[in-house]
């Protein structure tokens, strides 16, 4: 059995603030204690940090408490964004025999060079440590990674955990909000990772890009690198143009969206549905070439598919992985999830308050979640994991593991 519960609190102290949200939490989880404390706080609780951490350990008895700084919090109850007034603090508590939990910081503000080369090896030799830790659990583990995104390499990172700790779903997000910090258990730093592994329990992951495809998937028939130079045989940037030509409200719309590609990930899949596509920016056209420059190494045979991005298409996308994960839960219920959002959504993309997380309860229904909202979010797509921006990453524990 699973008990787990979220609360949420804004005031002008963070101690109290902190307090506040973990008996709330733990007053719904109806446990007397927890093994996990899941706690996410805007940056003003800098300055009670260390104290902070402490009142958490006292209040929920987690003998394992992550988190970091954020630019805003969220729960199941409601998202606050950068702006309030004073400090906000959401925390998860968890309890559980059938999960296990093992917390992880690499502090990495010492010794560090200028070169680019040498933060690099920083982020290897972290995931190198980190991934010691998987390699003593289960195949169904989930790796939470909180990096500050200060010297963030997210690639070498990812690298580094695929090669010493092979295929673990690698989930998170980067710490928000200025100033920056991390927690694990009764330390807070700046320029680490803080991370979490938990095993026990196959999770059922979400990964909303804030996309909606236009025009037809294609083969990438040439290129190399980044570069896109033909599809189907044609020029690339006349594929763009068409796939352009197909979008409702046409050139006004696509002016306040964004443009993307869609990269798919298995290439033996047909038809392409949602989920299927790696979202990356386009970086820039070649008008003599006609070729197209993709923010991800791309591979002739690979298929394509623009995509654009704003609220309308942002919406679909979430509702449309929400119903995903409802169907891989397939009836069961969710104990308690994570939410990742990026920074860049929520009311700025949206508009409104609390977009996120009101279709995640209309879907899903009322389960303790917590989540804040990031510089850049980690997840896996087509089964590798992938650093994302603008997205929103949902991870849910169901209940019971689906084989009774």
Not at 195 to 214: K, N, W
Not at 283 to 295: N, Y
Not at 308 to 337: E, M, Q, Y
Request: hydrophobic share 45%; proline share 5%; net charge negative.
């Amino acid at each position: 059995m699973i008990a787990a519960g979220a609360g949420l609190s804004v005031g002008s102290d963070p101690v109290e603030a902190a307090i506040e949200a973990c008996l709330a939490a733990q007053d719904r989880s109806g446990a007397e204690h927890a093994d996990l404390c899941l706690v996410f706080c805007t940056s003003g609780a800098h300055r009670a940090a260390h104290e902070m951490l402490h009142a958490v350990r006292r209040v929920t008895g987690a003998h394992a408490v992550v988190g970091c700084s954020a630019a805003g919090v969220l729960t199941d109850g409601q998202e606050v964004e950068g702006g309030a007034e004073g400090v906000a603090v959401a925390a998860l508590v968890v309890r559980s025999d059938a999960l296990e939990v093992s917390p992880f910081l690499v502090d990495e503000t010492e010794g560090l060079g200028d070169a680019a080369g040498a933060v690099a090896a920083s982020r290897l030799a972290s995931a190198a440590q980190a991934a010691e830790l998987v390699k003593r659990a289960p195949t169904d583990s989930v790796m939470f990674v909180l990096p500050d995104p200060m010297g963030l390499e997210p690639a070498a990172l990812l690298a580094g955990i695929a090669r010493t700790a092979g295929p673990v779903t690698v989930m998170g997000g980067v710490a928000s909000g200025a100033p920056l910090f991390e927690l694990c258990n009764t330390e807070w730093v700046s320029g680490a990772l803080a991370g979490l592994i938990v095993s026990g329990r196959a999770a059922v992951v979400g990964v909303a890009q804030g996309c909606e495809p236009i025009g037809e998937p294609f083969v990438i028939t040439r290129g190399a690198g980044n570069l896109v130079v033909e599809i189907a045989g044609r020029p690339a940037l006349d594929v763009l143009r068409e796939a352009m030509a197909t979008v409702p409200g046409g050139e006004r719309r696509i002016r306040a969206a964004g443009l993307f590609a869609g990269l798919a990930m298995d290439p033996a899949k047909s038809p392409l549905g949602q989920g299927d596509f790696l979202v990356r920016n386009l970086l820039g056209i070649d008008a003599q070439t006609k070729a197209v420059a993709v923010a991800e190494p791309i591979h002739v045979g690979q298929t394509i598919q623009f995509q654009i991005r704003d609220a309308g298409a942002a919406t679909r996308d979430l509702v449309d992985t929400l119903r995903g994960v409802r169907g891989a839960l397939a009836g069961r219920p969710p104990a308690f999830g994570v939410y990742f959002n990026c920074a860049g959504r929520g009311r700025g993309l949206f508009g409104e308050h609390d977009h996120d997380v009101r279709l995640i309860r209309a879907e899903l229904g009322d389960f303790p979640l917590v989540g804040f909202f990031g510089n850049g979010e980690f997840a896996p797509v087509g089964g590798r994991n992938f650093f994302h921006t603008y997205t929103g990453v949902l991870v849910v524990f169901p209940e019971t593991d689906g084989t009774t």
